[in-house]
């Protein structure tokens, strides 16, 4: 074994080892690493209602026992579902356990061998996983550039049985919003699927990234949100038409195989659901006071702060704990530009946001 020591040491040198920091206090705005109070620039709960727990979730117990298809069926889960399919202004919704599982899950399901995904150059892993998984042939189209897709649907797209357009919505380490609108529109010229991930939308630019576009979902969108981020818990969401939820019950692995989101759990994400419209207020306005404090021009909650390399991200993110602040430096393979990646939340005090400027700049 001693290859993996030889590969660890590699990464050392290049600055890419990662390790696992800890926490010893539940997450939010403020953290406790290693007996310090840093100031939480990082996460993904940018509403603050991750440590939120309800006495009623309580009363679920902690497991779910089976998977959905033995008897891990509860009504709670199709309570959530509905009102998950309400807000997305689709048909229905099928819940699963992470987004990774239902990016991987979904791609996978609809496409097979003799389809096409088309998929954007910086979609998130799991979606990345999904196209892998599903022996499709995969295009990847440069970042958000819809000439270049509609030019490869064109060339490509008759070539193959069925068609998938796959997109990140609010992309995760840039912050960016796909241009949906036109995505929406080669889906319908091209006889394709469009796949949205609303991971870093949901409950961030609305309930919906359609909403931005005012674009209605149709039986050919298929929209994933995750529990996980906004929302404050775990599990994911897959919204489409009541059809698609009949087929990934039947055919969808990463839904069948494997054990329910306990019933504890979907009882708080359907509460912190109701704390959603006042905090996404005070997030937006929070988002809008940064944007202007930096001029990143970001549209999400999520500020890449681009540095030299690799060994920069490292230093400046170690400069900001030692101030005070948790912004770990995101670097290759997760993105190819090495960055710091500020997360704002509707937890964040004006004062704290320019304190951490002020220490960016030393
Ligand atoms: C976080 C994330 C996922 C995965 O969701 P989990 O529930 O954390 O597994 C999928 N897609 C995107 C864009 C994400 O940022």
Not at 41 to 48: I, P, R, T, V
Not at 244 to 261: S, V
């Amino acid at each position: 074994m001693k290859w993996i020591e030889k590969e660890l040491n590699q990464l050392k040198e290049k600055n890419l080892y990662r390790s696992l920091r800890t926490l010893s206090s539940p997450q939010g705005k403020e953290i406790t690493i290693n007996g310090r109070r840093l100031i939480n620039f990082s996460s993904n709960d940018y509403l603050g209602l991750a440590k939120e727990f309800c006495q009623e979730c309580g009363k679920w117990g902690s497991g779910s026992g089976a998977s959905r298809l033995v008897c891990g069926n509860f009504e709670i889960h199709e309570k959530l579902e509905n009102k998950l399919a309400e807000l997305k202004k689709t048909e229905s919704a099928l819940l699963f356990p992470s987004g990774y599982m239902a990016n991987v899950g979904v791609i996978s399901t609809l496409a097979g061998e003799g389809d096409v995904v088309f998929s954007d150059e910086l979609n998130h892993a799991s979606i990345i996983d999904g196209c892998r998984l599903s022996k499709a042939k995969v295009t990847v189209y440069p970042h958000k550039d819809v000439d270049t897709l509609e030019y490869l649907l064109s060339k490509e797209r008759k070539n193959y049985r069925r068609s998938l357009i796959v997109t990140d919505s609010v992309f995760s380490m840039d912050g960016d919003v796909a241009p949906l609108d036109k995505l929406f529109k080669l889906k319908n010229e091209y006889d394709s699927i469009l796949i949205v991930d609303d991971a870093h939308a949901t409950g961030v630019v609305g309930w919906s990234s359609f909403e931005l576009f005012s674009l209605t979902p149709d039986e050919t969108t298929v929209i994933i949100g995750t529990c996980g981020k906004a929302l404050g818990t775990l599990g994911a969401f897959v919204c489409g038409s009541t059809l698609l939820k009949e087929y990934l019950i039947n055919k969808c692995r990463t839904f069948i195989y494997t054990t329910a989101l306990p019933p504890s759990i979907v009882c708080q994400t359907l509460k912190n659901l109701k704390e959603v419209p006042e905090r996404m207020k005070k997030l937006q306005s929070n988002i809008e006071f940064f944007r202007n404090l930096t001029g990143i021009n970001s549209q999400s909650a999520i500020f890449p702060l681009i540095v030299k390399d690799e060994k920069s991200a490292l230093i400046l993110s170690h400069h900001l704990y030692e101030n005070g602040f948790f912004v770990p430096a995101i670097r290759p393979p997760t993105v190819k530009k090495s960055r710091l990646r500020i997360s704002i939340t509707s937890e964040h005090t004006k004062e704290e946001m320019e304190q951490l400027i002020k220490a960016i700049k030393l």
